[in-house]
Structures are given as structure tokens and as C-alpha cells.
């Protein structure tokens, strides 16, 4: 029986990686009874693990990515489970990786815009990514633009070991009926029509064109709900009357809240794919976004593509927006289908 040491710490997070992490993983193991997992995990308590599988053991690996602890005890961590493949949802492999691995590249963010990232976190992001897409058996990405993206920057004999696994969408991301509706906005207050952006307020967001175009909209007509959290929004300021920011949302809330709004709008600069807006397809809310990076392919001739300036995005927001009917490009269980079949052929 063959072994997948797999890196499930992001897990524990409410970031994206840390959906991609409990989605995919979580219908990986439950499909694959014929391989043995071990889950390294921030916490064994965690309740997304799936539980009472035989073929599927967890290691508490408490230590945090991109930091000297992990190069250090990851790999003794891979040696220890005895693994014949390690899989990273994420690019960050330990330098000297024991196994054949599996990776995934989500995007190439730090090439374009560094955040708040050092200069030497920047170096260091470089060179880990540059051996781990040079090492690795096989590279899985989000969108045919970010494996361009990756054979542009290393190579095109890079290409064949690449392959495309679109991010999927929950079953509980539908379109839901009224009396769904009007519950979750009674229980946030939401008392007029309203955009809705869902997502982190990092530099290439874009949030703060988002929220000039808001400002060009009648005043009072509607409001703006960011769904978001993390240290950066509070570098937005004091935000304009109208818009509320709000966080720790159920999927199901946020599917009554996808369902309900004007529009989903973004003006991000770059994303390797955009899940909210696969999310917000899924459950027929009208999308207006940036025409940049992954954004069209993910929007798939469905959404209104702007450039992201203040002026288009308020143009467009202006604009009745007509709902379109609730359009789901993957799941995650064909994700974790296609993941399956790369695990098995890079043994």
C-alpha cells in the first residue's frame, strides 16, 4: 500500500488556502481507500479531519510555514511517515524534500505585487519556489493563466509535468429562496439593495478603487459589504457611510448573501483564479470584475469585465445588473478526482 504524506496545516486558517486545503483533502482520502495518509495538521482536534477512516492518520505539526522550523522538522516529519509521495497544497515544499512530491501553485502573487513582504522574504520566496517547481514529479494549478504564467517564468520544458485542476465549488453554494434571504440580511441589518465583495484587502485587491466607485453611486441608494478580514483592512481608514465589513460568515450565510446582492464586484489587479466569483456564479449573483489575470476564464463569459479603475467599476455598477442563471464549473469532488489521478501517476 502506497503512503501520501500530505501538508494540512493551512487548514486550520479561513483563508482560501485554507478552503482549498479542507475541500480537496477531505474528499481525496474519502475517495481513495487503496493509500495510506497521513494528515500533518496544526492540531489533531480539528474539526474538519475526517474521522473514524483507517487508511488516514494524523501528525500534529505545529510549527509555522515559511520559517526555519518548518524546513527543519517537515522533512523528518515525511521520513518518520514513511511516505512514498508528499502532497503541498501550497508551494512552500521544505528545501530538501525526502520524497517525490506534488504541488500546488495557486499564483505568482509575490512576483507581481510583495504586500508587506521583506526583501529577504521575498528572496527567500523565490528560490523556494524556483527548486520546488524544478523538483517536483508533477505541478497542479488553479487556471491555464497561472500555468502560463509558470512556464513563461521557468521554462517551457516545464510544461509537461503541469496540470490544470480548477478550484471547486461546496454544494452549499446555490441560489437560495427569499425567506433564506431575507433571514441572513435581518440578522446583519441589511435593509437596502447591496454590492458585495468577499475577500482579503491586500494590495492587489484593489479595495480602495472599489470603494472610490461605491462613493460615485447615488448616496443612500445602496451599500457595499465587504466580507473580509485580516490586519490590512483596517489600513482602508475610516470607511464611507454605506459600507460595512463583516466576517465569520457560515457558507450557507454566504450563500444567502451571494444570492441576494446586486452584484458581486471586485477590482483585484491579479488572481491566480477568484473562487468568490465561481461562488457567486453558483449561486446567480450577477458579477462585475476586473478584466485581469485568471479573472476571465474563471467568470467564463458569464460576469461583466471592466478594467478596474473607479470610473468603470462605477459605470458598471450603476448599471441594472440581470441574474443570471446559477452556472457551476467545478466541484470539488471532480477536483479531487483529477488530484487523485496525479497522486497516482507520479508514484
Known amino acids: 500500500m502506497n503512503t501520501i504524506a500530505i501538508d494540512c496545516r493551512f487548514a486550520a486558517t479561513q483563508s482560501g488556502l485554507g478552503r482549498y486545503t479542507r ?31 483507517q487508511h488516514v492518520s494524523v501528525v500534529e505539526s505545529n510549527f ?22 508528499f502532497f503541498s497544497p501550497h508551494f512552500n515544499v521544505p528545501f530538501f524534500c525526502p520524497t517525490p512530491f506534488v504541488m500546488t501553485v ?37 487556471s491555464n493563466f497561472v500555468m502560463q504564467e509558470i512556464v513563461d517564468s521557468y521554462g517551457t520544458n ?13 454544494e452549499s453554494y446555490r441560489f437560495r429562496s427569499a425567506e433564506e434571504i431575507d433571514v441572513v440580511k435581518k440578522a446583519y441589518g441589511l435593509d437596502k439593495p447591496y454590492f458585495l465583495y ?26 457595499l459589504i465587504l466580507v473580509t478580514g485580516g490586519k490590512e483592512v483596517r489600513q482602508l481608514g475610516i470607511l ?18 451571494y444570492s441576494g446582492a ?34 476571465p476564464e474563471t467568470a467564463a463569459g458569464r460576469s461583466v469585465l471592466v478594467e478596474p479603475t473607479v470610473e468603470c467599476l462605477a459605470t458598471a455598477m450603476s448599471m441594472p445588473s440581470e441574474r443570471p442563471l446559477p452556472f457551476i464549473g467545478t466541484t470539488w469532488e471532480q477536483a479531487a478526482a483529477s488530484a487523485l489521478s496525479i497522486f497516482r501517476s507520479a508514484f
Open 262 to 295: 446586486r452584484s458581486f464586484v471586485t477590482a483585484s489587479l491579479y488572481e491566480g483564479f477568484c473562487l468568490p466569483i465561481a461562488e457567486a456564479l453558483a449561486c446567480g449573483c450577477p458579477v462585475i470584475a476586473s478584466h485581469r489575470a485568471a479573472i
Open 106 to 142: 495557486h499564483d505568482l502573487i509575490l512576483h507581481h505585487f510583495p504586500n508587506e513582504a521583506s526583501f529577504l522574504k521575498q528572496v527567500a520566496y523565490r528560490l523556494l519556489l524556483a527548486r520546488s517547481v524544478r523538483r517536483a514529479s508533477h505541478i497542479m494549478t488553479v
Open 198 to 223: 468577499v475577500g482579503n484587502c491586500k494590495q492587489h485587491k484593489n479595495v480602495s478603487t472599489l470603494l472610490g466607485a461605491f462613493l460615485m453611486l447615488p448616496r443612500g441608494s445602496s451599500q
Open 64 to 85: 509555522s510555514h515559511y520559517s526555519f522550523a518548518e524546513q527543519w522538522h517537515l522533512p523528518r516529519l515525511i521520513l518518520r511517515s514513511k511516505a512514498n509521495l
Open 23 to 53: 475541500e480537496l483533502i477531505t474528499r481525496v482520502v474519502q475517495r481513495d481507500h487503496a493509500s495510506r495518509y497521513v494528515l500533518f495538521v496544526r492540531s489533531a482536534s480539528e474539526d474538519w479531519i475526517p474521522r473514524q477512516l
Open 240 to 257: 464611507p457611510l454605506g459600507v460595512r465589513v463583516l466576517s465569520g460568515l457560515s457558507d450557507q450565510a454566504m450563500s444567502c448573501l
Open 158 to 170: 516545464i510544461a509537461k509535468r503541469i496540470s490544470v485542476v480548477r478550484e471547486g465549488v461546496s
